[in-house]
């Protein structure tokens, strides 16, 4: 039997709509089983990868090691014989890159909430001892708050002999890269990170870039130079700044130390740049694992040494998740799903025999521990009377309750599950009127330990200890007094294999004929297989097929990279955009309201990918929106503008 790549994916998660593609990955949005939660899926290609392999296993490894509000979250990493699946943090908001060009350029005061936090974001992963390597808007997302999530650490490099050591490889962007690391010469990578900065800030405050050209060699010569126009908006302090990250010679370039209280980062704010990480590695959160417990019918001390394997599976990916949902004020329930939590037995007898520790459910080495699933005997199941269903059906009083009944059993002695199930009944009442203490605070600071992940591969690299956070008086003033419109995805239904599909059809199929054959000594046996053949003509009649687009387009909110038109007439509208792409060279496919659009060189070779989709925001008011797949952010951004322009919206 042939399994699937995506098999083990779809076990925990729920795939939707493609919300952007790269060279040699595809992302898409997806919903994770347990927690509802939205996830972004980054599915590789091992064979597509080739050299680029060890750049995704230094990217994995990064994200494993780097926890900050202010950098995307990974939680999953799941490896198949073809292919790599890593789940990360959604954010709906898009690219930072799509934002300033809506926008045109920034305000001063709105740049300054942005900058902080790329700032924030930067000084933490130089604590790390890492230099990022490619910073650009492109790499920085938007989430639901409006904040920034620093993204794609598959540069980035981590010197062993600290962040002063010297590196060589050229890499990045043209138009973000140092002066030094043009030259060939070797850098620093926190210094080449500083001048990407300056790039980016410079984009924020003016809309371009300050060294520009379509050729790369007079590009090159530009930023060697380090001459750049000065607009007539920028404030002295703003340019200031500016000629202090853009400084050619890298050690008259300023530190991030110094960046951090800067007079324009500090201005309208009480206190310097927060760079320390707000949800720290190693932490656990226990409204979180008390929640696992439950579900998982384990012991909180149990569930917890499971959780600090760090091994960046289904478990962590579920920790995680809760965590996510509670810094969000949610609840923090898991929901009935199919998708259980699955960890080996292995996992328990090796941190069983690494720490010593005398485990209260693990009694016998032949016990199947497999989260949430019925396979323990009667006796050995506490709380035997409340499975995944009966928790479902708890009141919040009755679930209270059984989670600090819960506690109780974990404070108490070490005990064998018989015995415990024995005598469940004759606990003391004060055990189930303690109350839980809960933390106001989702993100708390844990002692500076980091577990060691201890897995061979790509999947397992092990997580390093992290600096100690200072203590510092918290900002008030740290994100925007004004929020944008954020983007709504339209939950899409799950993407469905052609042989998952075919499979269908054969079963329904099957089950026409087992229902003729049912009634076939009746009248009704012609019935039967009308009714079968009628659901299976149903099926492949595209107008009834499950996640069909109707007829019109789409129905979206309005967002930054939504452009509104005066056309009302959508197919008016769309006639319109496809007279002008021919003559702007660019070929595209049409689906429904939507045109995949790409570019090719002289050579055939693919150098832009990007989508335009006609939308409807309100009942009168029709809208085009873009979106870049591949290929350079400036280039696109001046090939729609002259595309938008020269049709007649």
Known sequence: MVVDDYDELLKFYELHETIGTGGFAKVKLASHHLTGEKVAVKIMDKDSLGDDLPRVKIEIEAMKNLSHQHVCRLYHVIETPKKIFMVLEYCPGGELFDYIIAKDRLTEDEARVFFRQIVSAVAYIHSQGYAHRDLK????????NHNLKLIDFGLCAKPKGGLDYHLMTCCGSPAYAAPELIQGKAYIGSEADIWSMGVLMYALMC???????????ALYKKVMRGKYDIPKWLSPCTVLLLSQMLQVDPKKRISIKHLLNHPWLIQG???PVEWYSKCPLGYMDEDCVTELSVYCKYSK??????????????TTATYLLLQSKKSRGKPVRLVHSLALVEPSSSSFKDLKSRNKLDFEDCNSVDHPYVFGSMEFSDDELFYDDCTLSGIEQMTSKEYSKYRVELNSMDSAPATPISQRAQTKKSENKENSDTKLSKNEDPFLHPGPWTPVATKKGILTTPNHNILAAPKEKSCTKDTPTKRAPVVNHETATATISPDRRCRSVDLDLNQAHLDSAQKKKGTKVFGSLERGLDKVITMLTPSKRKGFAKDGPRKLRAHYNVTTTNILNPDLLLNEITRVLPKKNVDYVQKGYTLKCKTQSDFGKVTMQFELEVCQLKPEVMGIRRQRLKGDAWVYKRLVEDILTSCKV
């Open 137 to 144: 808007p492109e790499n920085l997302l938007i989430d639901e």
């Open 207 to 217: 809309g371009y870039l300050p060294f520009d050209d379509d050729n790369v060699m």
């Open 269 to 271: 704010y009480n206190c």
């Open 301 to 314: 001390h149990s569930m917890s040494c499971l959780i600090s394997e760090w091994n960046y599976d289904h």
